[in-house]
């Protein structure tokens, strides 16, 4: 197909998949401060825009020129070039507020990472670049409420784990029609692994271990025209998990038992390659291995989101002396109880703790990866659990939840993914204490496309763990979280099916918690 041809296709697709493209059209046409390029050569956008990371003054916005997305050098020369950018308040990009000029670098993958500032809060603002001649896709974002504003509504949504070959992303094309805030992206935005018959889509490469190789498996990713949609919808706010490296890492322990410095150098790629790919400030760009990704976002005084990294600092896996480097389902391991052990590493947890202390939000949300609450694995008599999540490091858990009890930060809400399923739940120290007190309530969101877990089998464990109030690995999807002064809402939107595009979305079970009163309730 012609490079024009697709990318009119490309366009109509947009267009259909949310009314933010609407204004591209508009705007090339009106124009607004930039004239339309008289004819289209090679179009440097074929990634899409994105923005994240948003602030009561301004947000990130992104894109990559990259004509050949999936060239090795996406192909654009080997030289700095200079890219417009442009924020205006209302679609058509008529009225602009704010713009400039940046470079795209070779170094970053010809990757833009505009820090705007200046703009008023809580206001709806539309975005575009220019280079080459040629305009991007018009994005939408939204700016964050003023510090000590008590905004009426927050509304997000939650997604996690989108395996390109799994499935079609439809779960996005929906989500870029839901009027948000922002997109809480809890990780695996990619995934690392080698490509695989019998799916409905292939990667094209092989597994990625250096920065070439995993800036192509991000640039395949962002092909998508449902993922662009979603990207150009609202502003992301993202962390990553395992898989933008490597299955079930922890630090600089690979699954593989790599040697660690030679696993450091992967982490370092992936970590750059993730960062240039996706709307995130500089100050979280990595160096080396290490990047500063967890950090906290304030909605006025309605609510405060700590957004975790549950990677990079934890402890090894425990009980993995039987040569097995993934996650594991663990009988009689005393070492996931060992207070010495940690998932978020001490750092990380002081600066949530004293985060949570002195919030004055009336929701707290810790959005992490994981799925918080413990998931006892054997049906019946007899104990087990898995030892890559939180049920790994049972201690630092703990440690959470006994803050919670005694300081009793207002109405916490922990958002998970990781689990390709959904899972409803009270947090409790305790949970097969009668009376246990409800010290937080947590909606774990399905995956966007990656296969879930065997329905049956994971039901014969709800049983065993009566904190579970909801479960349900069948479908692909998202959360919808609409919060007020009142109450939280969930609702669990899924797809009709990932295998071919464009399927429905509906909206499962919803949940509701009441201000003051933890524990979600079937609403
Ligand atoms: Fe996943």
Same mark, same amino acid.
């Given at each position: 197909m012609p490079a024009t041809t697709r990318r009119l296709l490309d366009r109509r697709r947009f267009l259909a998949a949310g009314g933010? !493209?609407?204004?591209v059209l508009v705007a090339d046409r009106l124009a607004g401060a930039w004239p339309a390029p008289a004819q289209r050569g090679c179009? #440097?956008? !074929?990634l899409g825009v994105a923005s994240g990371d948003p602030a009561p003054d301004g947000v990130v916005l992104w894109t990559r020129l990259a004509p050949? @997305?999936?060239a090795a050098d996406g192909g654009m020369p080997a030289r700095a070039v200079p890219v417009d950018w442009q924020v205006a308040s209302d679609p058509q990009l008529e009225r602009v507020v704010r713009g400039g000029t940046v470079l795209a670098r070779p170094a970053e993958a010809h990757s833009v990472h505009v820090e705007v500032e200046g703009l008023e809060p809580a206001r709806t603002w539309w975005y575009r670049f220019r280079a080459g001649g040629e305009l991007s896709p018009v994005g939408r974002t939204r700016t964050l409420p003023a510090p000590g504003a008590y905004p009426r509504r927050l509304a997000l949504a939650v997604v996690s784990c989108?395996?390109?070959?799994?499935?079609?992303?439809t779960a996005y094309q929906h989500l870029a029609r839901e009027d948000l805030d922002l997109v809480l992206h809890l990780g695996d935005y990619l995934y690392e692994t080698a490509p695989a018959d019998?799916?409905?889509? /292939?990667?094209? !490469? #092989?597994?990625p271990t250096d920065l070439p190789s995993y800036r192509l498996r991000h640039a395949q990713y962002r092909t998508d025209p449902d993922l662009q949609a979603a990207h150009a919808s609202a502003p992301f706010v993202l962390t990553w998990d395992d898989h933008e490296v490597e299955?079930?890492?922890?630090d600089d322990q690979s699954e593989r038992f790599d040697p660690p410095a030679a696993f450091r150098r992967r982490r370092a790629a992936a970590y750059q390659a993730y960062w240039e790919h996706l709307? +995130? $400030?500089?100050?979280? /760009? @990595?160096?080396g291995p290490v990047a500063r990704l967890y950090r906290r976002l304030r909605f006025g005084d309605l609510a405060e989101l700590a957004v975790l990294d549950t990677r990079q600092y934890r402890d090894d896996q425990p009980c993995d002396g039987n040569g097995v480097g993934r996650g594991q389902v663990l009988v009689g391991c005393r070492e996931r109880l060992?207070?010495? $052990?940690?998932? +978020?590493g001490a750092e990380q947890r002081r600066w949530l703790l004293a985060g949570l202390d002195a919030s004055r939000a009336r929701w707290n949300v810790l !959005?992490?990866?994981?799925?918080m609450a413990e998931l006892e +694995?054997? #049906?019946?008599p007899g104990l087990a659990y898995g030892s890559d999540g939180w049920d790994g490091y049972a201690a630092d858990r703990a440690r959470i939840l006994r803050f919670l009890q005694a300081r009793? @930060?207002? &109405?916490p809400v922990v958002l998970g993914g990781d689990m390709h399923s959904f899972w409803v739940n009270d947090l409790k120290l &305790?949970?097969?204490? @009668?009376?246990?007190?409800?010290?937080a309530s947590e909606f774990v969101g399905t995956s966007i496309s990656s296969s879930g877990p065997p329905y049956e089998e994971f039901s014969a464990y709800v049983p065993d763990n009566p904190h579970v109030r909801f479960f349900e690995s069948r479908w692909r999807g998202y959360l919808r979280c609409v919060a007020d002064r009142r109450r939280w809402r969930t609702d669990l939107r899924v797809v009709e099916?990932?295998? /071919?595009?464009?399927a429905p979305v509906r909206t499962l079970a919803s949940f509701v918690v009441e201000d003051g009163r933890p524990g979600p309730q079937r609403a």
């Open positions: 933010v !493209a609407a204004a179009y #440097p956008f !074929a050949q @997305p999936l989108q395996h390109f070959e799994h499935g079609y992303y019998g799916q409905p889509r /292939r990667h094209i !490469a #092989p597994a299955n079930d890492y922890a709307p +995130l $400030r500089r100050r979280s /760009r @990595p160096r060992d207070p010495g $052990r940690s998932l +978020l !959005a992490q990866q994981l799925l +694995l054997q #049906p019946g009793q @930060p207002s &109405n &305790n949970n097969r204490q @009668p009376g246990a007190a409800v010290l099916t990932v295998q /071919r595009p464009g």
